[in-house]
Nanobody, 127 residues
């Protein structure tokens, strides 16, 4: 059974940092892309960024560029989202999603296709 588990959310003051993790199981962690998404109350879910295993490339939404960094640890089947200089507008439920297989690739700041979604983790940034 394929599972994605996002964790690491919490409450932080503006200007602070959090590191989210997306732990994957049930598929071979070599050909994949992982996308991070977020959804704030009353808003649509939007892409935060995408990381590709094929070349390690990363792509970020303009709203987080320069503040958020994605990385992967294939030995741990885990992708990370390091979030620095957090702002109240970053408050949202954060989700990770995976596209798996040789065809997997990022299209802009999100996976071209999504095979699996993980449950979200709440990030709250206080002013």
């Amino acid at each position: 059974e394929v599972q994605l588990q996002a964790s690491g959310g919490g409450l932080v003051q503006a200007g602070g940092s959090l590191r989210l993790s997306c732990a994957a199981s049930g598929f071979t962690f070599d050909d994949y892309v992982i996308g991070w998404f977020r959804q704030a109350p009353g808003k649509e879910r939007g892409g935060v960024g995408c990381i590709s295993s094929s070349d390690g490339s990363t792509h970020y939404a303009d709203s987080v560029k320069g503040r958020f960094t994605m990385s992967s640890d294939n030995a741990k089947n885990t992708v990370y989202l390091q979030m620095n200089l957090l702002k109240p507008e970053d408050t949202a439920v954060y989700y990770c999603a995976a596209d798996v297989g040789e065809q997997a690739h990022c299209a802009g700041t999100a996976p071209y296709a999504i095979d699996y979604w993980g449950k979200g983790t709440q990030v709250t940034v206080s002013s």
